[in-house]
C-alpha cells in the first residue's frame, strides 16, 4: 500500500484495514495532515469561556499558525492571525484584558477590536503618522472564518469549507436540545491530559464503547457494554451512546439541574460524538462535556477537557466530584493509546481489522482521513504559510 492508496481502507468493514503505521509514526505525514484534515476543515481551537468578558485575548498555537481570540467590545468573539501586519510581529503573548486598541510592541501598530489598523505612529517619518503607500483600510489583522457551538470555537483556516451549520447540519438537529446557553463551571470545571501517542487514536478510542469491560470496569459497572449502541455518520460524524447514564450525587442527593426541555430520550441516555477532526463531544441531561484535542506532532496529543452546565448556579463541591470522575474514565484510556501507539512499530502491522458488529465508528472515521488524504495533493499549501 503506498501513501496515496489506501483503498483497502475504504473497503467495507468486513474487508477494510486500518491505517497504515505511517500515518502515527511519520512526521512527513503529520505536516501533509495540517492542509488535508485541520485547515481545510472547522478544527476546535478552544472555548468561548477562555475569553469570558469584553476585551479578554487568548493566543493560540494552532499547529504553527500562531492565532488569537478576542472578546471584542461590541460583544462578539472574532479569531485574527497573531500578527502585525507591518513586520509579522506577534502581537498577543499571554491571555490578558485589551480595554484599548491591540498595539503591536514592537512599532506600536494599533488595530481596533474588529481588527482594523487605526494608528501607525511615525510611518511617514518622524511626527508623521501616516503615509500614503500604507493604506490602513487594507492593513487590517487578518479574520479566520470561525464558528462557536457547544461552547467550542472551531475555525477554518482556508476559509473554502462549507458553513459550519451546513456541513454538521445533521449532528446540530440531533443535538438541539443542548443548543442553549452553556456555562462552563470555571477553574474547577477543565483540565489537561498528556498521551504519548497520535492525536487519531485519541478519536479512534472515544468513537467506540467495545472497550467498556476491560479499560473502564467502573463505568461499565452500571453503563454496560449491552446498553451501548454505535453512532454512523459516514463522511460526517461518528460515535457511541448508551441508554443508561446515572447522574452524579453530592450530599443529601444534591445533583445538577437539568438542561430545559429535553425528551425523554435523555432521562436516562447520553452520547459521544466525534466532531472531526479533534473535537469530542459528550451530552448528558444535566452537562455537556467537550474534549479538544491539540496534536505535538505524530507522538504526542495534549486533551483539553472542559465541562460545561445548564445553569451558573452549580455547587463547587459537586462540580470537582463531576472533574473528578470524568479525570479517572479519561485517564484510564491513556494506556491503551499508548499501548496502540508503540504497537505502530511493528513493520509487519498492517492497520489492524475492524469488528463489523462494533468498529463501524472507528472504520467511518478511518475512510473520513483516508479519503481526505487521497485527495489531497501531497505538496498542497494553498497558500496558507
Not at 512526521?27 to 472547522?42: C, G, H, K, N, V
Not at 500614503?132 to 462557536?148: F, M, N, S, T
Not at 509487519?348 to 472515521?365: E, K, N, Q
Request: aromatic residues 10%; contains cysteine; negative net charge.
Amino acid at each position: 500500500m503506498t501513501f496515496r492508496d489506501l483503498s483497502a481502507v475504504l473497503q467495507p468493514i468486513a474487508e477494510a484495514n486500518g491505517l497504515p503505521n505511517v500515518f502515527y509514526t511519520s512526521d512527513a505525514i503529520y505536516a501533509e495532515e495540517r492542509e488535508a484534515l485541520w485547515f481545510s476543515s472547522w478544527a476546535g481551537i478552544c472555548v468561548a469561556a477562555d475569553v469570558p468578558e469584553p476585551g479578554d485575548a487568548c493566543p493560540i498555537d494552532f499547529l504553527g499558525v500562531p492565532l488569537f481570540l478576542l472578546h471584542g467590545k461590541d460583544g462578539k468573539i472574532r479569531v485574527f492571525q497573531n500578527i502585525c501586519r507591518h513586520r509579522g510581529m506577534i502581537l498577543v503573548t499571554e491571555p490578558r484584558q485589551i480595554a484599548g486598541a491591540i498595539r503591536c510592541p514592537y512599532h506600536s501598530w494599533c488595530y481596533n477590536h474588529q481588527g482594523g489598523l487605526v494608528a501607525t505612529p511615525h510611518v511617514g517619518g518622524p511626527g508623521q503618522n501616516t503615509h500614503p503607500d500604507i493604506k490602513r483600510d487594507e492593513l487590517g489583522l487578518i479574520e479566520v472564518r470561525a464558528h462557536i457551538w457547544l461552547g467550542v470555537v472551531y475555525v477554518n483556516l482556508s476559509g473554502d469549507a462549507p458553513a459550519f451549520t451546513d456541513l454538521h447540519a445533521d449532528l446540530i438537529e440531533r443535538w438541539a436540545e443542548f443548543d442553549v446557553p452553556l456555562y462552563h463551571g470555571g477553574a474547577d470545571s477543565t483540565f489537561t491530559l498528556e498521551c504519548r501517542t497520535n492525536w487519531k487514536l485519541a478519536i479512534e478510542n472515544y468513537c467506540e464503547s467495545y472497550h467498556l469491560p476491560w479499560v473502564h470496569p467502573g463505568l461499565n459497572s452500571y453503563s454496560r457494554l449491552e446498553d451501548h449502541y454505535n453512532i454512523e455518520a459516514p463522511g460526517k460524524f461518528s460515535g457511541q451512546g448508551t441508554e443508561v447514564y446515572r447522574q452524579i450525587e453530592g450530599e443529601a442527593g444534591a445533583k445538577f439541574p437539568d438542561f430545559p426541555n429535553l425528551s425523554d430520550k435523555w432521562d436516562t441516555g447520553g452520547e459521544y460524538i466525534t466532531v472531526t477532526p479533534n473535537v469530542m463531544l459528550g451530552v448528558q441531561r444535566d452537562h455537556v462535556f467537550a474534549i479538544i484535542l491539540e496534536p505535538k506532532g505524530p507522538r504526542l496529543t495534549r486533551e483539553h477537557i472542559h465541562l460545561f452546565y445548564a445553569s451558573p448556579d452549580t455547587s463547587e463541591e459537586l462540580r470537582l466530584q463531576n472533574a473528578d470522575q470524568w479525570q479517572v474514565v479519561f485517564v484510564e484510556d491513556i494506556g491503551v493509546v499508548e499501548g496502540m501507539q508503540a504497537a505502530r512499530g511493528a513493520p509487519g502491522f498492517d492497520g489492524g481489522r475492524f469488528s463489523p458488529a462494533m468498529d463501524g465508528p472507528t472504520h467511518i472515521f478511518h475512510r473520513w482521513v483516508a479519503d481526505k488524504m487521497m485527495h489531497t495533493p501531497p505538496d498542497a499549501e494553498k497558500g496558507l504559510m
